[in-house]
Nanobody, 123 residues
Framework: HVQLVESGGGSVQAGGSLKLSCAAS????????MGWYRQVAGKERELVAS???????GYADSVKGRFTISYDNAKNTLYLQMNNLKTEDTAMYYC??????????????????WGQGTQVTVS
């Protein structure tokens, strides 16, 4: 079965950097690939960055130009490089595998397996 283990979170001052890692086991990178999500208490979990099998990456507007998602095939590990961190980036960050699911508008990539999360605090 799929297991995802995040690491790399911590506390950092505004303007600093962190690199999150997500070690995946039991998973084969599919078309929808994987993504990083974050959640603040009392708010919905939001997609921060995604990476598809074809190498295409997508980012939330709030992190474009600051975050970079990547995947190391040899290590089966997903990364999120976060630069120029802001206080509003404070959240629990989760990695997830994604799969195609039917929606009213057609197929869309949605998360299916989740890691346990890693806390990022920016002050």
């Amino acid at each position: 079965h799929v297991q995802l283990v995040e690491s790399g979170g911590g506390s950092v001052q505004a303007g600093g950097s962190l690199k999150l890692s997500c070690a995946a086991s039991g998973y084969i990178f599919t078309d929808c690939g994987m993504g990083w999500y974050r959640q603040v208490a009392g708010k919905e979990r939001e997609l921060v960055a995604s990476l598809r099998y074809d190498g295409s990456a997508g980012y939330a507007d709030s992190v474009k130009g600051r975050f970079t998602i990547s995947y190391d095939n040899a290590k089966n590990t997903l990364y999120l490089q976060m630069n120029n961190l802001k206080t509003e980036d404070t959240a629990m960050y989760y990695c997830a595998t994604r799969e195609a699911r039917p929606t009213t508008l057609g197929q869309a990539c949605r998360p299916n397996y989740w890691g346990q999360g890693t806390q990022v605090t920016v002050s």
